[in-house]
């Protein structure tokens, strides 16, 4: 019997009895209409299908739809479409990776082109004629699309304006504002002219491959990193992907087996945007943040806050969280706390409000040399290790190809302090990876860290006025008196010699000629022996040998290995106690452990630049694109981007990227511009030019301009010797990636399969050379991102082709070419979510690839649009009468320009 207050169910209400009859009947009744809304619908689809699709030009130009009946002349262009079910994607086994710990196989067959006109050659045609034609791909694991199933929208699908953000600044990928990623990377030595050289290190076999790709190398099989690490899930077959150009992308999982006994995931508390500088707010922030004492230093501003994001990413994909962000103001840890992956960080009011930064010409905090996060980092790094901390300080363009810890803790225990070796002299480090572990907080190691932060402040507050350059002149700019790595060296120079040296910073700055400075040295009586560090080994045991975001040992071999080091005696400051204890070491971290891109110490075979960072398993531990240019591009090239790093960046091109992302894109396909030119000035003035003209093409059109790859066998690319990756050596021009497709729609890169022995173990990839010469972060696709961003992938879905002299006008270009006319170009092009123009083919000079057509007599929007966005990527403006000037490893300039 039911409790009083509850009468049966039968009684409570007549309603009750009848609800699972209606819920049935309306259940009916919606069946019927979906039913009927849809044959509308599909009828309406396919009607517009036709009149995109269906049309087939008429003699004089004009295009008449296939109906029985014929129709008024169009402007309206034929495109040969790529349509019909969409292909599976192939899914592999969970394989994180740094950037991305979802992996995916390559890409799916592209679907065949639908073939508008019984004249037109379909794509899937001459694919089939390819003498090497693209390997079987095993079954898809996702589940495939039913043949039946109605083919995608004609259109692209409407992309919500994201929230419209202020421009406020341009932040370009040239080498004084992009090469040090604003001031988190520490400049390398510069060529008047040319890009910041970076360094390399890797450390196994000499022949280059990428994941997935097996060649012979020194008698082992070596395997090139091809996989694809982006995550490509959150796509339902037969739809579109969720994700969005511009917008968000989840972080992925990472396995629980990353990262062994070093993984410090979940095992950490956030902060809340504090001022670390705060009386007693670094103490609390390290008990925080730390990990068995373990705590990893990281500086930026809010133009670098997307590099530190993707380091958030990469640190998380080997099983590390145990970071601190330090930012130089509380809106750019406000950039990151408010992004999509839960970044936690602390701002810092060091030195906030100092007199001499005016008169030193420091107050800028978001060039290239952010001084304040320059010193505090040391003044951080020198009272962490104070507190009984092992902290280790990274620059943002940093990458952990493994968890470093197994080494660092195993062979490495007995030294105290690591550098990064530039010079083969410890007194020339690196200082963009430093590490201290059981430093005594009185003890040498905490002495060169506290030292140099006493140096700088002797500086900045040199008495009785600012310090003089050695002409007499004011010193300006923190590169000039106070760069933290020439103060550093001369620090450890002084610990090593036990007496108080300065070779580079306070007494004697840069000087314009070696050879003054040189004569300098020797009349102050510095050493001239070299500095050399002393011989060790160390031995690496199997079990030291750390394991990749896949769970693959890195390609280092147990045994004996040497490693430099230097006793550090330091000269004053020292208790008795401490004074009697054995000396603190610092060690050169081998290549193995920490390499750069290029220009610095070891065999240039491990290096960045020789592209064996394309290899898997890794050869190197720690990758540091030290000397890169392009850094996210290269980032990309190498795999190692974690795609929706870019929500957290600071936007010029927001608003208009958003407006061109609703358009579509455009791609420009047959681009051979300078390939078979030997002379690299005219080779890239070719290039550069046809870039430009991509981009007025396709900002006309209303679409983002993808940008192609370079075919990595062009004749004027520089070349490497034995073991450089695909032979190419080419800093100042170009990254070598073998990431991109083999058939991808942007149409660049070089032959499939690749040369010199790389065999691509994921179907669809191909090796190309993506330009860093000609290159933005913003509104642009290079052709890297159009082929494994996520985002982009629905673009190559939905792809219609047309021939370039469709589009050419009467009129000629800037160049005397045939030209687009601007005027109704956007209508003629719309629909497909991405258009390739074809070069090939061409009765108007445009068949052989070395040029693209330019935009004539653009309307006022269009030469909007066109500005804007050279305004913000000015590298890229190559429209003549600019040009590559005034030596092939610029960017352009107008020859014709007056100086004053």
Known sequence: MPPVDQAPVAERHWFLRVLPTLQWLVLGILVLVTAIFYEDVNAMRLAARAAVLGPKTTKDGGVVHETGASQAPSNKLELGRKGGPRAPLLTAPPAPDSAAPVPMAGRAPKVSVVTLDNTRESKDGDEAKDANPRPVLPPPIATPIPQGSPPPELKPAAVPSPKTEPANGDWLNNEEQYVDELGEDEPAAETEGAPVETNDETASTETPVHEGQEVEAGGKTAKADGHDYTPRSGTAPGSGSSLRPGGPVPLPDVPASIGGEWRSIGKTQPLTGEDLS?????????????????????????????????????????????????????????LLMNGPWGITCGYTSYLKNHERLKDYQLLNEEGATPFRLWWVRFHFLDRLVQLGYNPMYIDTDVSFRVNPYPLLKGPFKEYSLFAQDESGHFNGVNIGWIYAQNARPNGRVRWVLNQTVTRMMEILEHQPTPLTRWDGQPVVGAKEALWDQHIYNDVLESCVYGEDMRRRSMQ???????????????????????????????????????????????????????????????????????????????????????????????????????????????????????GGLAKQTTFKSLGWWQYGSDAFRKRSLHRLQTELDRGGALAVAGLRAGVDVDDAMEATSLYGAAVANVVRLALAAGRRPVIPALDCSARWITRGGPGTFLGVRDRLHVVVSGRCDADSAAGGGGPHPAPGGVVFEEPGFGACCQSVQFDCNEGVIPQVDLDRDPRFEALQD????????????????????????????????????????????????????????????????QAERVLEFFRTCQNMNCVTPRTVWPNENSFCDDPNRKEG
């Open 278 to 334: 705060a009386p007693g707010a670094l103490e609390a922030a390290a008990e925080k943040r730390s990990f068995r004492k373990e705590i990893i230093v990281m500086v930026a501003n809010e133009g670098g806050a997307i590099l530190a994001a993707n380091a958030v990413a990469n640190l998380r994909s080997v099983g590390i969280e145990h970071y601190l962000i330090v930012t130089n103001e509380p809106k750019s840890c406000e």
């Open 508 to 626: 004697r700055l840069i000087e314009p000629r070696d050879d003054l400075r040189r004569a300098w040295e020797v009349e102050q009586g510095y050493p001239m022996d070299g500095a050399a560090f002393d011989e060790g080994r160390v031995v690496v045991n199997a079990q030291d040998v750390p394991l990749t975001a896949r769970g693959d040992p890195m390609d280092l071999r147990a045994g004996s290995h040497a490693v430099k080091f230097k006793p550090l005696t330091c000269y004053d400051h020292f208790t008795p106690d401490e004074a009697s204890e054995a000396p603190e070491k610092i060690a050169a971290a081998p290549p193995w452990l920490v390499a750069g891109w290029s220009g610095v110490h070891g065999d240039e075979k491990f290096q960045g630049v020789s592209g064996n960072w394309n290899l898997y398993p890794p050869r190197v531990a720690v990758a540091h694109l030290v």
């Open 798 to 861: 939905d792809v219609a082709y047309v021939k370039v002299d469709e589009l050419l006008g009467s009129g000629v270009d800037e160049d005397g070419r045939p030209a687009v006319d601007g005027a109704g170009l956007e209508e003629k092009l719309k629909g497909p979510s991405l258009v390739v123009v074809e070069l090939g083919d061409s009765a108007r000079g445009y068949g052989d690839g070395q040029h693209v057509p330019g935009l004539r007599a653009p309307d006022a929007k």
